[in-house]
Structure formats: C-alpha cells, structure tokens
C-alpha cells in the first residue's frame, strides 16, 4: 500500500514511527524530506552499475543484480540500524518515485511482519508540494523583519523571541550562512533544493494569521537564492530598527566571527577580494588588524568602511515602512531581553 499527501502538513504529519529515505547517499545528501533517516538500499556506485547494465545490456539483467544488492543492503539495516525495532514497528518507506527500491525494501519489512508503507510519488511528490509552496503562490504569511546595521545582534533577537513563544524564521540557520562575503559557516551550506525543503518545512508549522518575525536579507543568502515568493514577502514586510553602540557592535561582531579570525590566511583571502571595491589601502589595512590579531578593532574598521555604507545605500535604494525602532544599547543580556519585550509589544499591535 502506498500513501499520498496532499500537502506539506500532511505529509510531515505522516504518523508513521519513521520516515525511510532509500535512495542513493549522494541524492540523499542533495535534499530529502526533513526528518527521514538514511538507509540506501543502493549506493551510489551499485546504482550507476545498475542503471548502465539497464541502459547496455539487459533490463532483465539489470533488475536482477539490482534485487540481489537490495537484498544484501536489506539484510545490513535490518541486522544493524533496525535491529532494535520491535513488532509494532511502523516505517515508511520512500525512494525517488515510489518504484522498485521502496517497493522492494518495504515489501522485505513486511515480511518480517512490520507494518510498512511507500510514498506513492517517492521523494518527487515531496518536491512538487515544495515547489508548490514556494514557487506557485504568494506565501500566507505575514512577515515582520528585523533590520538594522551589521552586529546589532538581530540574530540572537530572533532567538529570543522565539523563547517568548513569537513565531520566527531564521533563514540564516536554514541556509547555514551569516549572510555576507565573511558569513560562510564550518559546515558549508546545503544544496538549494535542501534549503528549500527546510524553508517549506518550517513555513508548513507557521501559522499565517500570526506575524511571522524574520531578519532582513538580500534576495541570496551566501550561495542561496530565496524564492520568489519569500522575497516578495520581504520586500512588502514592515521593519522593525534594531540600534546598538558602535563599541557593543564591534564587540558582537568580533565574537560571532570568532571561527573565521581563527584561520587568518582564510580571512585575508576574503578581505582581498573587496579590494576593487574598497582600495588596497583600506584592505591592507584590515589585513594589518588581522595580522595583528586586533579583532574588535578589525571589526569595527570593517563596519566603518565597508558594513554601515552598503547598508546605507541598501536602504535609500529600496525604502521600507518601518513599525518601530528599538535599541539594544551594549548588548548586554539584560538589553537583549529589554530589546526583545519591546519587539513583541510591537509586533502584537499588527
């Protein structure tokens, strides 16, 4: 038996005990649906041999190598991950279509006597409710953003307003990305099409007739484009100033980038590359601060020179309606806390 969602709270809302993604690990590590685990019943080589011998040789071929390796992948989940499941054991099962690979690995859990279903679709049916969402409509939700010069601590804002029980979406920890050319993470960021499906996700639990709190971006975030529809949302999205002390920024900055200043020759290959923006004389300045390993006084020569003009130009390019304006001052834990009350007095005006 296969099941059909019909949208993206249905199928996260699939009930079922676990979420099975049997494809291939590299289609696995491009996007999957959020909270489905791991088990390929191919991997990527016995995929690529299979697919060749269907296409050189022989479907009949192809399809019964491909049942002999299913079942000795089969055989390795059930004897290791699965080994704890017990009889009342629910799974779904999903592939890229809902063919051969989920039908063959569920009908092998079956046997056992646990209660599995397919995706009917597979992962595709996923995708086209994702790209439903945002691809094909105005988004429901009313954004409000937090918008402000670079090291107001908008972030840490966002964090705390979801603690106080606000909706918010951080689309920087979607994107795995602090937004700038110095924003890269450790991790790296995911594929477009996997931040797309944490985006959907997340709007999918989001109640559309309350504000939705967010930080103001441009229209890509490092390598990833926001969809259309998200950034039509933000344009049109009423903006809250967050202030802070040009000394409690640089501090704020100089912590949050704390990784990146680590790896100094890293952080002067960046810098160099806003050299044609900047002049060689602010970069190599910067790079001296660097070298010096002066990270509050690099950060703030950094907002100076480089963070507070583009925001500058950024925002008498593209004017904005503004709700409020609220100062953290220096950023200490009671000014966030303070800062945060009076963001969620604002937004439960609208």
């Not at 005990?17 to 690990?25: A, E, F, G, H, T």
């Not at 979607?174 to 890269?184: E, I, K, Q, T, V």
């Not at 504000?211 to 933000?234: H, N, T, Y």
Request: proline share 5%.
């Amino acid at each position: 038996m296969s099941r059909a969602f019909a949208s993206l709270a249905d199928f996260l809302a699939h009930g079922f005990d676990d979420l099975i993604d049997v494809r291939s690990p590299s289609e696995f590590a491009e996007d999957h649906v959020p909270g489905a685990i791991s088990l390929p019943v191919l991997d990527d080589a016995e995929r690529a041999r299979v697919g060749t011998i269907y296409v050189q040789e022989s479907p009949f071929r192809a399809r019964k190598i491909g049942a002999a390796l299913v079942a000795r992948n089969a055989a390795v989940h059930i004897e290791g991950p699965l080994s704890d499941r017990d009889g009342g054991w629910r799974p779904l099962v999903y592939c890229w279509r809902g063919g051969q690979r989920s039908g063959s690995f569920a009908s092998i859990l079956s046997q056992i006597g646990w209660r599995a279903d397919t995706v009917e679709g597979g992962y595709r049916s996923w995708r086209r409710l994702v790209q439903r969402t945002l691809y094909d409509a105005p988004l429901p939700h009313r954004l409000v953003l937090l918008d402000g010069l670079t090291g107001t601590a908008k972030t840490e804002l966002l964090h705390r307003l979801d603690r106080l029980g606000l909706q918010t979406l951080d689309l920087e920890h979607l994107a795995r990305h602090r937004g700038s050319l110095l924003g890269a993470m450790p991790e790296g960021q995911p594929s477009q099409k996997g931040f797309e499906s944490a985006l959907a996700a997340r709007l999918a639990v989001l109640d559309p007739a309350r504000p939705v709190l967010a930080e103001a971006e441009s229209s890509k975030v490092g390598q990833i484009a926001l969809p259309p529809s998200l950034w039509s949302a933000m344009v049109a999205a009423p903006r809250i100033e967050v202030t802070a002390t040009p000394d409690a920024r640089a501090r704020h900055l100089a912590r949050s980038y704390a990784d990146l200043a680590a790896d100094p020759d890293r952080l002067e290959g960046l810098l160099r590359q806003l050299t044609m923006l900047r002049g060689r004389a602010t970069v190599d300045r910067w790079v001296a601060l660097l070298r010096a390993r002066e990270a509050q006084a690099l950060a703030a020569s950094l907002m100076a020179d480089h963070y507070d003009p583009a925001y500058r130009r950024s925002r008498a390019r593209h004017p904005a309606s503004w709700l409020a304006s609220v100062s953290a001052g220096a950023l200490t834990e009671a000014e966030l806390d303070r800062a945060a009350e009076c963001i969620a007095q604002s937004v439960s005006r609208l």
